[in-house]
């Protein structure tokens, strides 16, 4: 097997221990919960991936790759899609050792899902109450609510408990791709907050806070800020009580739950 650039011997011998392989993609992953391989897929995708899907497969220039589990594809399909390439876009296709390509599979597997988490004691119904006065302006559930936010119908499946506390105490932490704030000020001074959905060198698509897709020239703006800050409030201990809180997640964790039966 051919080293490719950049590919340390060592992770590939990790690699090539792990499971014999045969010329050709694969239907199982051969590597599928194998601990070594997946490290070795950790390290391959930090230096070959990360710079489009981010370093948590979350997403950056390219889309969230944690989600194509949850959508329903298998270990076979994402490994021709590196393979192969998307045509249309920037994603090309891959040269590497089908090795290589497996246990970066394997490692986005094992990252795209999560355990069933503790409801710890909370009220699903007041939760379901708690998310509809708060969360279902900008956020979808199985098909109700708005859309300015992300779609929560299957969040629990790929979020865990302390990743949602910490999304919903202090959402400005980590923003997805897709959801970054954006203040534009128009010629005739209107002011308008949203979230970018596309931008090239002279135009900017945003969501705006009535969740209408708007486009504009940046040449007609004013100015136009990528802030830092979500537009998703902070939902603290005097806005929210570790009660209230319980209550929320386990509403949430039902959802996954209700997601597995839809299937």
Request: charged share 25%; aromatic share 6%.
């Amino acid at each position: 097997m051919q080293r490719t650039p950049g590919t340390p011997v060592k992770l590939l011998a990790i690699v090539c221990l792990a499971a014999p392989l045969h010329a050709g993609a694969q239907v199982s992953n051969p590597f599928e919960g194998d601990a070594r391989a997946i490290r070795a897929g950790e390290r391959l995708y930090a230096n070959r991936c990360a710079a489009c899907h981010g370093a948590d497969g979350k997403g950056a220039t390219g889309p969230d790759v944690t989600m194509l589990w949850l959508e329903g594809t298998n270990d076979e399909h994402v490994f021709q899609t590196v393979r192969e390439g998307v045509d249309g876009a920037v994603m090309p296709p891959s040269f590497a050792p089908d090795e290589e390509l497996w246990a970066m599979v394997a490692y986005l597997r094992d990252i795209s899902t999560v355990p069933p988490f503790d409801p710890a004691g909370g009220d699903a119904g007041s939760g379901r109450e708690i998310f509809a006065a708060n969360c279902a302006q900008c956020h979808r559930v199985n098909g109700d609510g708005g859309t300015l936010g992300p779609d929560l119908s299957n969040i629990a499946a790929v979020r865990s408990r302390e990743a949602l506390i910490g999304s919903i105490r202090d959402p400005s932490e980590t923003v997805e791709a897709g959801y970054r704030t954006v203040t534009l000020v128009a010629a005739d001074g209107e002011r308008i907050e949203g979230v970018v959905k596309g931008e090239d060198a002279f135009s900017i698509q945003v969501v705006d806070t009535d969740a209408r897709l708007q486009g504009y020239l940046k040449a007609n703006l004013r100015r136009f800020v990528h802030e830092d800050e979500s537009l998703m409030p902070r939902f603290g201990r005097l806005r929210l009580s570790e009660r209230e809180l319980d209550d929320l997640l386990a509403f949430l964790g039902t959802l996954r739950e209700d997601a597995s039966a839809d299937r």
